[in-house]
C-alpha cells in the first residue's frame, strides 16, 4: 500500500517517485501544499475505491497516517 | 497565527491598507485601499463580512470576505452572501486549516443574517469548497463569445483575421433591430437588481448601453494581451436583446477588441455569439453553494433555477 501510495504522490506532486522519501509529509515536502494535498486525497479515493470525511482529510498529513486511514476504510 | 472575524465597519485603515497590499501580492494587481471600501460596501446591509488571518507581526497575511447580496428565491427574499477575494501570503500556505480558520470567522460574524452562500472558486481551490468544506456544486457556468480577432485568441491563425472580421460584420447584421422575438426566459433565483444594486455594482469601469427599458453593462479588460469586452450584465434576459448589446459593443468597440464574452448560464445564444464547448473554455467555472437557513430548499442546487452571470460574482 505504501508504494501505491508513493506512486500516486509521485503523480499527483509531478516528481519522481524514487525522490518521494519514507517520511514525506505535508508542509515539509516542497510541492504537497494545500492544493496538491486535495488532489492527493481525490487521487487517492479514486484509486482505493473510498471516500474520506473533512475530519479524516486534515489527519492525512503523512504517509503514516494515509495508511491508517486507507487501512481503516478497507 | 491567529484569526478573527471582523464587519467592514470595524476595519480599520490600516486593515484595508494591508487588503490591499495583500490583494496586490497575491492576484499581481495594482489595487488601493479605496477600491476595497467601495467594494466591500454592501447595497443590501451596508457591510460585509471577513475572515482575518493575522501573522506574528499583527499583520494580515490571509483573508476571506463574504459579501451580502439580496436575491429572489421562488418569489421570497433571501439574503445570500457571495464569498470572494480569497487570499493567503504564499509565505503563510503550510496550515492547511487556515481557510477553514478564516472561512469560520467569517461565518461566526455573520451571525443569522445570511440565508446562503455562494462562490465561483477558481479550479485550484474549487476541491476545497466542496472536497473539504462540503459546499455543493450547483453547476457550471458557459463562456459565450464573438471573436473579431482571432489570431489574439489562437496562435498560427495571424492570417485569418479578415476572415474573423468579416463573420463578426456579417453575424451582427443578422440580428434583428425589432422586438419581435422578445419572449423574457424567467428563472426562479435572482439577484434583486434596483437602482441602489446598479449604483454599486456599475462604478465608472462600466460601459451603459440602454435602449428604453432595457440595460446591459460590459467592460473592456486586456487579458494576457487579449482586449476582452466582458458583457457582465443584460437585462430583460432575452436572445434578441443579448443580440443587440453584441452588436452595439461591436459597433462602438470593434477598432480596439479582440473579443466580446458573456459568462453565465442559461442564455439561448443570439446568432452572434456562440458557445465555446467545455473542452476548448480557458478555465471551467462552478458555481458552489452552502444553505444556512431552512428557508431554503433543495431547488438551489439546481443551475437550471439561476439567472446568474458576471455580475452576480466578479467584482472586478
Known amino acids: 500500500m505504501r508504494e501505491d501510495i508513493k506512486k500516486i504522490m509521485a503523480v499527483v506532486f509531478s516528481v519522481e517517485q524514487g525522490s518521494i522519501p519514507e517520511d514525506v509529509a505535508y ?8 492544493i496538491h494535498h486535495l488532489n492527493l486525497i481525490v487521487e487517492l479515493e479514486s484509486y482505493f475505491g473510498v471516500l474520506f470525511e473533512p475530519e479524516e482529510i486534515q489527519t492525512m498529513t503523512n504517509i503514516d497516517r494515509i495508511v491508517d486511514c486507507l487501512t481503516l476504510k478497507k | 497565527m491567529t484569526y478573527s472575524g471582523k464587519t467592514t465597519i470595524e476595519l480599520s485603515e490600516k486593515d484595508f491598507s494591508e487588503l490591499s497590499g495583500l490583494f496586490n501580492t497575491v492576484f499581481n494587481r495594482k489595487t488601493d485601499p479605496a477600491y476595497f ?31 451580502p447580496f439580496s436575491y429572489s428565491f421562488f418569489e421570497n427574499q433571501i439574503a445570500t452572501g457571495c464569498a470572494v477575494d480569497l487570499m493567503i501570503h504564499e509565505n503563510y500556505r503550510k496550515d492547511f486549516l487556515s481557510l477553514k480558520h478564516m472561512y469560520d470567522h467569517a461565518i461566526e460574524k455573520s451571525g ?36 473579431l ?45 434596483n437602482e441602489t444594486y446598479r449604483k454599486y455594482r456599475f462604478n465608472k469601469n ?35 436583446w443579448a443580440g443587440s448589446v453584441v452588436k452595439q459593443i461591436y459597433t462602438l468597440e470593434k477598432n480596439h477588441i479582440d473579443i466580446i464574452i458573456y459568462i453565465g448560464n442559461n442564455l439561448k445564444p443570439p446568432i452572434n455569439l456562440i458557445r465555446v464547448p467545455r473542452k476548448l473554455e480557458p478555465r471551467s467555472l462552478h458555481l458552489v453553494g452552502h444553505s444556512l437557513s431552512e428557508k431554503i430548499d433543495d431547488r438551489i442546487y439546481n443551475m437550471d433555477n439561476w439567472l446568474f452571470n458576471l455580475s452576480d460574482f466578479d467584482a472586478r
Open chain 1, 27 to 34: 508542509g515539509i515536502h516542497e510541492k504537497w501544499d494545500s
Open chain 2, 37 to 67: 471600501i467601495h467594494k466591500y460596501h454592501s447595497p443590501y446591509l451596508g457591510y460585509s463580512f471577513h475572515g482575518l488571518m493575522y501573522n506574528d507581526e499583527g499583520n494580515i497575511a490571509g483573508a476571506i470576505t463574504i459579501i
Open chain 2, 112 to 147: 443569522s443574517s445570511l440565508d446562503f452562500l455562494y462562490a465561483v472558486p477558481n479550479p485550484n481551490a474549487y476541491l476545497y469548497w466542496t472536497k473539504f468544506l462540503k459546499w455543493r456544486d450547483i453547476g457550471q457556468l458557459n463562456y459565450y463569445i464573438q471573436v
Open chain 2, 149 to 193: 480577432n482571432i489570431s489574439k485568441i489562437k496562435a498560427g491563425f495571424s492570417g485569418f483575421d479578415w476572415m474573423s472580421k468579416a463573420f463578426s460584420f456579417f453575424m451582427n447584421n443578422l440580428v434583428l433591430k425589432s422586438d419581435v422575438l422578445r419572449k423574457e426566459q424567467e428563472y426562479p433565483i435572482f439577484k434583486m437588481n
Open chain 2, 206 to 240: 462600466y460601459a451603459e448601453i440602454t435602449e428604453s427599458d432595457k440595460y446591459a453593462y460590459y467592460t473592456i479588460l486586456n487579458e494576457m494581451g487579449i482586449n476582452t469586452a466582458y458583457i457582465v450584465d443584460l437585462h430583460p434576459f432575452t436572445k434578441s
